[in-house]
């Protein structure tokens, strides 16, 4: 056995590998029967089942629909049952003690606060409901033994015209647990210059944010995400393979757009399964990322959501090493690039990286020393 092939990860030590997620939506990642209690509480009753498993499948396949703007209209049910504040407190505490039991150590979920408004709550108390949540989901998981950190990111929909004030209210809580910005929705139609207020306002405050780009939408929709909005991070931003060329010799030609991206360092937060079901991407083995990993672009891997997609972060690291043979490394590479790319400060994204993800990979991958030392001495042992 080579220290190589010993390095592809079993589908427990991806589980137990520090993770960093930056794309995860809080309405896309609700326990199913969380969705069922809360519906009953609340008097929603168009929920399409009413039993747990039954629940979750309903929405792993209406969300394969190969169209983003159907993929969409499944989170009418999530939104409709998330609009009062021990509503977002349970969904919000109960998000960071998910990741954190799959080994998320860190993570940046998102969510639209302009969505939470229907039963009367304010802005501002969408927002603490949801950053007293994850606090709480925090010290749950601590107790459980699981070590994790979960930031904010402030949604505004493309479609709608509240950016400016949703930016606002970012900037208002960024030292109280939101750690950026970021527009999401339908793509085609709504470009995110639509926006521009909103982000040259962050630019001005300082401020970080991502824009969901080159997902449903191709190369113009990055172009501008970038070049008129300024973006940190790139939502998906999978289209970004359009411009590039692999020549049957296997040389690469970058366009001026895709060179951009790289020599930039721009990050792409890459969602695997979605892409499959929105159909921006076409199976696990043809996904850009696998391409974009060799190029070495900034790409991470993430759930986006993980209700509609039945996933986690263990399970989108387990497809990718299905379908490119990625080793422990490959792994360590994802989480590195994700933890730098982060929005909280960089002291803190450089701790994490050196004092908990290094160590944390460097633990994985000596063990398969120790399996090899026990299997020799017990076949030598039968042997006298
Ligand atoms: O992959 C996606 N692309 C674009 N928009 C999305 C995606 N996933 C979720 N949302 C949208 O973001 C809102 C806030 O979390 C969700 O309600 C959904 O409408
Ligand atoms: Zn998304």
Known sequence: ????????????????????????????GLRPGTIIELAREQGYSKLPETEPDKLGIWFREAADSG????????????????????????????CAVDLAEDGVVYAEVRYAPEQHLEAGLTLEEVVEAVNEGFREGERLAREAGHRIRVGALLTAMRHAARSLEIAELANRHRDDGVVGFDIAGAEAGFPPTRHLD??????????????????AFGLPSIWQALQWCGADRLGHGVRIIDDIEVADDGSVRLG?????????????????TSNLQTGAAASYAEHPVGLLRKLHFRATVNTDNRLMSGTSMSREFELL?????????????????????????????LAMINDVIKPGYAELKSEWLFRQTATTSASSGREG
């Open 198 to 215: 909103a982000f040259e306002y962050l630019k001005r405050e300082n401020n970080h944010f991502t824009i969901h780009a080159g997902e």
């Open 67 to 94: 169209s983003l703007e159907r993929y969409l209209e499944t989170f009418a049910h999530t939104c409709a049952v998330m609009q009062t504040r021990e509503a977002l407190f349970r969904v919000a505490a109960e």
């Open 1 to 28: 056995m080579t220290s190589q092939t010993s390095h592809v990860p079993t589908a427990d030590q991806i589980r137990r590998a520090p993770k960093v997620l930056l794309h995860d939506h809080l309405d896309g």
């Open 321 to 349: 090493v299905d379908a490119f043979d990625y080793t422990l490394d490959d792994l360590q590479w994802f989480t590195v690039n994700a933890m730098k790319s982060a929005f909280i400060p960089f002291d803190e994204r």
């Open 256 to 272: 001026r757009l895709a060179s951009y991206v790289r020599d930039k360092r721009i990050p792409l937060e890459m969602c695997p």
